[in-house]
């Protein structure tokens, strides 16, 4: 009997001895807890949750890893990482395409409205080191470009005073 019991406490110490060294290792060293459930999510801020026995590791999307202890909360930052602008191509004038002709306005600030000497907005792309892609006007918008890059990649606009 006393046989059995020793057996007992000795696995249910090796036991406990893995679950401690697995908490500590994730806590102290910032990382995943190797026995875990993953969460994975689809869009948002954050892309998976490693949930262990005592600890939860977030893996936000902008690359942000925490290792909290259970019953914490904690919320990625909504803080898109920095994109940085490969080119911006007005595909109207590169691919030769007919647009309407009207002024279509596509930004303003507080001493200028910018258009196009035609209908193409749509056809002004920005395009990010990512792979990404949006239109010049939604990336002014966003404040992801500033009216000096459309200059550094040569597009053509039409600046109008708005003191005039």
Not at 12 to 27: M, N, P
Not at 85 to 105: F, G, M, N, P
Not at 124 to 146: F, H, M
Request: charged share 30%; with cysteine; net charge negative.
């Amino acid at each position: 009997m006393k046989k059995c019991l020793k057996i007992t406490l000795i696995v249910l110490g090796v036991l406990v001895g893995i679950v401690v060294l697995d908490t500590l290792q994730a806590k102290i060293f910032n990382n995943s807890p190797l026995l875990k459930i993953r969460d994975n999510f689809d869009g948002g801020t954050l892309d998976y949750i490693d949930k262990g026995i005592f600890v939860n590791y977030y893996h936000c999307n902008n690359n942000e890893d925490v290792t909290t202890w259970k019953g914490t909360k904690f919320a990625c930052s909504a803080k898109e990482s920095k994109k940085e602008i490969k080119e911006i191509v007005d595909l109207v004038a590169r691919d030769s395409l007919s647009c309407d002709e009207a002024l279509e306005k596509f930004y303003q600030d507080e001493n200028y409205t910018y258009s196009y000497s035609c209908i193409k907005s749509d056809n002004v792309i920005v395009k990010y080191n990512d792979g990404s892609e949006e239109t010049v006007k939604d990336a002014l918008q966003n404040n992801r470009i500033t009216i000096q890059d459309l200059d550094r990649f040569n597009i053509e606009y039409i600046k109008e005073d708005l003191k005039n």
